[in-house]
């Protein structure tokens, strides 16, 4: 498997089993981070460093919007966390739970 290119999108790529076309990669990329949804208060983003579709960057701008934003960059982990699956996941139950009471 080739490296994932974003400035060049192929028609389509293989992506959780199903294919995912060049339209969707491309809105993926171009969504604009600074029309922050108003209703989330403390917003908690997990992000792969070997994202190849879009880069942490992109979480670390949106974020950057909320005062109590949590960003957790998890090193060598793809978009979907297939290095390691269980840590993003514990992460995730114990941010909810935190914040959920």
Do not use: C, K, W
Request: a negative charge.
């Amino acid at each position: 498997m080739s490296p994932y290119d974003p400035a060049h999108s192929p028609e389509s790529i293989a992506l959780l089993g199903m294919q995912v076309g060049r339209a969707y990669l491309v809105t993926a990329q171009t969504l604009s981070t600074n029309e922050v949804p108003t209703p989330l208060r403390r917003p908690g983003l997990i992000h792969g460093s070997d994202e190849a579709i879009n880069p942490p960057s992109r979480s670390e701008d949106y974020i950057s919007h909320f005062r109590d934003g949590e960003l957790r960059l998890f090193t060598e982990q793809d978009d979907v966390f297939s290095q390691n699956p269980g840590r993003p996941a514990g992460l995730v139950a114990t941010f909810v739970t935190a914040h959920l009471r």
